[in-house]
């Protein structure tokens, strides 16, 4: 299994709601990450997660909050988002440690009200 | 500071001709180099890698990719392209993260192909 599913597809939120996206990978992936990609635009990495950990976090305002609950899942918490927050958010795994490659989900698109 | 460039940002093409699209990148130690192509509304799919070893790089879907250490350039090619090709295509360099042992993945700005019957 070479896969990495993102749920939901399509999401559409207020200013004031909480929601959550999901990934999850089978692939024995040690190495998650977060991307958020603005149309026109290449992805911009947001989080990064090691042996559930989280290892980098490039500067991500709070009212993104990740979670890592097991080796297999990504979870992404929204809360009091912005319209400008409104993007494809993509996950992507890979081995741990350097010379890897990293295998997208098909994303969640995200539209703030 | 890595970075990478795609001088075009809009390529169109006839369905059956040859495609080379351009990248360039700027990184102090050997680079690892990718080349993603992704369609309307989907993720990024891997065309290619190049790691080490021969600098031509074959990939999927009839892509294939050179490395020239020279020109600092890992332009992506394809000799007879399909309609099917029509996407945006990602040039990303891979650099080392000493400190946490994981690659950071940067990305060109992108490629958009467009393809006529």
């Known amino acids: 299994d070479t896969e990495v599913t993102q749920t939901p597809k399509h999401l559409v939120m207020g200013m004031t709601n909480k929601k959550s996206l999901k990934c999850e990978q089978h692939?024995?992936?040690?190495?998650m990450y977060w991307y958020k990609q603005k149309a026109k635009k290449p992805p911009e990495l947001m989080f990064v997660?090691?042996?559930?950990?989280?290892?980098i976090n490039e500067s991500v305002p709070s009212r993104f909050s990740p979670e890592c609950p097991n080796s297999s899942l990504l979870n992404l918490h929204l809360h009091a988002l912005q319209p400008e927050d409104s993007a494809l958010y993509l996950c992507?795994?890979?081995?741990?440690?350097?010379?890897?490659?990293?295998?997208f989900g098909p994303g969640t698109r995200l539209t703030v009200l | 500071a890595q970075s990478v460039t795609q001088p075009d940002i809009h390529i169109t093409v006839s369905e059956g001709a040859s495609l080379e699209l351009r990248c360039n990148y700027s990184?102090?130690?050997?680079?690892?180099l990718f080349w993603y192509v992704q369609s309307p509304g989907q993720g990024l799919q891997l065309l290619l890698k190049?790691?080490?070893?021969?600098?031509l790089v074959q990939g999927i879907k009839g892509f294939e990719a050179e490395f020239k250490r020279s020109q600092s350039s890992f332009n992506l090619r394809k000799p007879s392209v399909h309609w099917s090709d029509a996407a945006e295509y990602f040039c990303?360099?891979?650099?080392?993260?000493?400190?946490?042992?994981?690659?950071?993945?940067?990305f060109g700005p992108g490629t958009s192909l467009s393809v006529i019957p």
């Open positions: 997660y090691s042996y559930e950990k989280l290892s």
């Open positions: 692939m024995g992936h040690r190495a």
């Open positions: 990184y102090g130690a050997t680079p690892y």
């Open positions: 992507a795994s890979s081995q741990f440690g350097t010379h890897n490659e990293q295998f």
């Open positions: 990303a360099v891979g650099a080392e993260e000493r400190k946490t042992s994981y690659d950071k993945v940067i």
């Open positions: 190049y790691f080490s070893g021969d600098t």
